[in-house]
């Protein structure tokens, strides 16, 4: 199995602020035939249940805010909130589905400084 | 637009059966993989499987020995058991759409294991 090993576990930061959450796969999701990360990141405020916010490594899910970007490749990912929305307080996992069994993170929580 | 809803008994008893359905509103069910995922309480996420309408599917390991995914494309629904259920089973049950990355999910049921 991939493991994904997200960094931090727990983030604190103000209003207005960058936040960045790391993502790190146990072997590569880059697919050599087709140049793409199999890597997707989502959002999943209490109560509710997750909602893809990147798929890809770096396309926005329609509708998401374009405050909320991803990067990387190979191993190592990143999923970025250039400027934090008290609506953005929220658990954040990302998820490789390169090969099965697919596997996410174990999650960062997102919250307000 | 399209919806999921899970369905199913909120408690079984250890050894038993866990038995699910997911229907699907809004869409057919036809041309997409559909996936089961589970969260214990208050932890992370675990993919337990997808299929596709037509029945294929892929499980995951660690449960492949319990887990049965099917599809019932008459009914738009698709459902999952899972055999010998222990207290480790306890989890919200998510029925989700997609093969890849999961774009569309139901709410959400939760299922207690517990005698």
């Known amino acids: 199995d991939i493991v994904m090993t997200q960094s931090p576990d727990s983030l604190a930061v103000a209003l207005g602020e960058r936040a960045t959450i790391n993502c790190r796969s146990s072997?590569?999701?880059?697919?050599?035939?087709?140049?793409?990360?199999?890597l997707a990141w989502y959002q999943q405020k209490s109560g509710q249940p997750p909602k893809v916010l990147i798929y890809?490594?770096?396309t926005r899910e329609s509708g998401v805010p374009d405050r909320f970007s991803g990067s990387g490749s190979g191993t190592d990912f990143a999923l970025t909130i250039s400027s934090l929305q008290a609506e953005d307080v929220a658990v954040y996992y990302c998820?490789?589905?390169?090969?099965?069994?697919?596997?996410f993170g174990q999650g960062t929580k997102l919250e307000i400084k | 637009q399209v919806q999921l809803q899970e369905s199913g008994p909120g408690l079984v008893k250890p050894s038993e059966t866990l038995s699910l359905t997911c229907t699907v509103s809004?869409?057919?069910?036809?041309?997409?993989?559909w996936a089961w995922i589970r969260q214990p309480p208050g932890k992370g996420l675990e993919w337990i499987g997808n299929?596709?309408?037509?029945?294929?599917?892929n499980y995951n390991p660690s449960l492949k020995s319990r887990v049965t995914i099917s599809v019932n494309p008459s009914k738009n629904q698709f459902s999952l058991k899972l055999t010998s259920v222990t207290a480790a089973d306890t989890a919200v049950y998510y029925c989700?759409?997609?093969?890849?990355?999961?774009?569309?999910w139901g709410q959400g049921t939760l299922i207690t294991v517990s005698s």
């Open positions: 299929i596709f309408y037509s029945g294929s599917t």
């Open positions: 989700a759409r997609g093969g890849r990355w999961t774009h569309m």
């Open positions: 890809w490594a770096s």
């Open positions: 809004g869409g057919s069910i036809t041309n997409y993989y």
């Open positions: 072997q590569s999701v880059l697919y050599n035939s087709d140049n793409k990360n199999y």
């Open positions: 998820h490789q589905y390169y090969s099965t069994p697919y596997t």
